[in-house]
C-alpha cells in the first residue's frame, strides 16, 4: 500500500524553527521527485519546496527562501523540511507529495500540484506566541 505520512508538525513561537518528516512505504522513493506543499484555512493550497530525486536539485517558493530547507534520504525512505524563522503566516497544513521523475522533468524540474501521484493526509504547523 502506498503512503506518504507526515509528522513533526505543531504549535512554535515567531522566530521558531521546526523539522517535518515525510515518511514514504509501498513505491520505491528513489524514482520520485517529492515536494512540500502547503495550505492554510480559506485558502488555495501552494507550494512550498520541491526535491529532485537525488537531492541535488531544489526549489522554493518565494515566501519561504532563505528560511525553509528540503533535504532527503532515499535509503531510509524519508524527505524533510526544515523550516526556521517561522512567521505566523506559515500557519498552515503541509502535506509531502510525490512524482514520477518522468512527470517532473516534463514540467521542467518543478513539483506542480496537478502532476502530483501521491499525497501525504498532512501535518499542521501554528506560528504564534
Known amino acids: 500500500q502506498v503512503q506518504l505520512v507526515e509528522s513533526g508538525g505543531g504549535l512554535v513561537q515567531p522566530g521558531g524553527s521546526l523539522r517535518l518528516s515525510c515518511a514514504a512505504s509501498g513505491f520505491t522513493l528513489a524514482y520520485y521527485a517529492i515536494g512540500w506543499f502547503r495550505q492554510a484555512p480559506g485558502q488555495e493550497r501552494e507550494g512550498v519546496s520541491c526535491?529532485?530525486?537525488?537531492?541535488?536539485?531544489?526549489n522554493y517558493g518565494d515566501s519561504v527562501k532563505g528560511r525553509f530547507t528540503i533535504s532527503r534520504d532515499n535509503a531510509k525512505n524519508m524527505v524533510y523540511l526544515q523550516m526556521n524563522s517561522l512567521r505566523p503566516e506559515d500557519t498552515s497544513v503541509y502535506y509531502c507529495a510525490a512524482v514520477p521523475i518522468g512527470r517532473w522533468s516534463a514540467d521542467g524540474g518543478r513539483c506542480l500540484e496537478d502532476s502530483m501521484n501521491y499525497w501525504g493526509k498532512g501535518t499542521l504547523v501554528t506560528v504564534s506566541s
Open positions: 526535491i529532485s530525486r537525488s537531492g541535488g536539485a531544489t
